[in-house]
């Protein structure tokens, strides 16, 4: 079992920063790929990037060069470096376990033009 709990986001205007944080805990929790996903209103969800337990990165092609993923080396937490931020970001960002298909509750990230 793992759990993630997330915190961070709020609300920035166009071309500002934010930064989440998801903390994994369960004892597959070091070995496991974790992940950020976000959802719009009205759209499905979406993988934005993650990190293997060897802190591999992958990224969606939309927010490549802009958010960066990072894992702590000793323990188990996430996180999410988002700078230059548009509109199109706005979300329900929910952390991710893909080893168990866990889901974090969420933060909502807004962007305002």
């Known amino acids: 079992q793992v759990d993630l709990v997330e915190s961070g986001g709020g609300s920035v205007q166009t071309g500002g920063s934010l930064s989440l944080s998801c903390v994994a805990s369960?004892?597959?929790?070091?070995?496991?790929?974790l992940g950020w996903y976000r959802q719009a209103p009205g759209t499905q969800r979406e993988l934005v990037a993650e990190i293997t337990s060897g802190r591999a990165a992958s990224y969606a092609d939309s927010v490549k060069g802009r958010f960066i993923i990072s894992r702590d080396i000793y323990n188990p937490t996430i996180y999410l470096q988002m700078n230059s931020l548009k509109p199109e970001d706005t979300g329900v960002y929910y952390c991710?376990?893909?080893?168990?298909?866990?889901w974090g509750q969420g933060t909502q990230v807004t962007v305002s033009s």
């Open positions: 369960g004892s597959l929790a070091k070995f496991d790929t």
């Open positions: 991710h376990s893909r080893a168990v298909g866990a």
